[in-house]
């Protein structure tokens, strides 16, 4: 097993580096076939349990309603 390390993006994924395997919320298990991956750590994601940068859109929805 290699050694895994998860960073925080301030409003935005969880960067996973060395992980084999992610587990999502419903204990699914989803096979890693990089070095680094974007986990979503907003939930609004298409593209389960992936980043697809929709946390932008939702920033952005943010600024514009402040
Ligand atoms: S963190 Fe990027 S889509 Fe959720």
Redesign the pocket.
């Known amino acids: 097993m290699s050694e895994c390390r998860v960073t925080q ?1 301030p ?4 960067i996973v580096r060395g992980a084999d395997v992610i587990l999502d919320d419903d204990g699914n298990e989803h096979r890693v076939e990089r070095p680094v991956v ?8 298409q ?1 389960a349990p ?7 859109v ?1 920033q952005v929805k943010k600024v514009a309603q402040a």
């Open positions: 993006i409003g935005g994924p969880r974007a986990v979503c750590a907003c939930g609004l994601t593209r992936w980043c697809d940068a929709t946390h932008k939702s």
